[in-house]
């Protein structure tokens, strides 16, 4: 299905247009800024099941994108490729405590982050310089797994 973008569709118009066209649709604009702005909004919206052409005065596309799901695949160890990056941000969030001075313990059943000058033993970790970390529950003990 081609959808022709009017001319005179203003940022609103072109955001609207992007998320209640059907899925495999093509949207025709005829204005660079048209086409940039529709850029944006497909990938703010997520949608990749649409294409966006960018029509020259002669009618024909002389610009166009088409946006593809990125293959997540598996590698050895199980892990997909969005999970590897997931555990490169966590690492490098690690990381950041440490050069801010934080220790990131675990503590029963939960981590929690405490000054490195304080140390992390058990007197510190039940003190309010402890701050208990929100792990959304991607975080267990051992122990947790073991019942």
């Known amino acids: 299905m081609i959808i022709d973008i009017p001319r005179d569709h203003k940022a609103a118009d072109l955001m609207a247009a992007a998320e209640q066209a ?3 649709a093509d949207l025709q604009c005829h204005l660079e800024r048209q086409y940039a702005i529709l850029k944006i909004a497909l990938l703010k919206l997520q949608r990749d099941d649409l294409s966006l052409s960018l029509m020259d ?3 024909a596309i002389s610009r166009q994108v088409t946006a593809r ?7 050895e160890s199980g892990m997909t490729q969005t999970q590897r990056l997931a555990l490169q ?3 490098k969030a690690f990381q950041r405590c440490r050069a801010q001075g934080l220790l990131v313990v ?4 939960s981590l929690v982050a405490v000054p490195e000058a304080l ?3 058990a007197e510190v970790l039940s003190t309010p310089s402890a701050v208990e970390l929100d792990t959304h529950d991607a975080y267990h003990g051992f122990e947790d797994g073991m019942e």
Do not use: Q
């Not at 799901?69 to 590698?75: N, S």
């Not at 675990?106 to 059943?109: A, L, M, Q, W």
């Open 22 to 24: 059907a899925p495999g």
């Open 57 to 59: 005065g002669r009618g």
């Open 69 to 75: 799901k990125r293959a997540d695949t598996v590698d």
């Open 89 to 91: 941000a966590l690492e």
């Open 106 to 109: 675990g503590f029963s059943d």
């Open 119 to 121: 140390g992390c033993g």
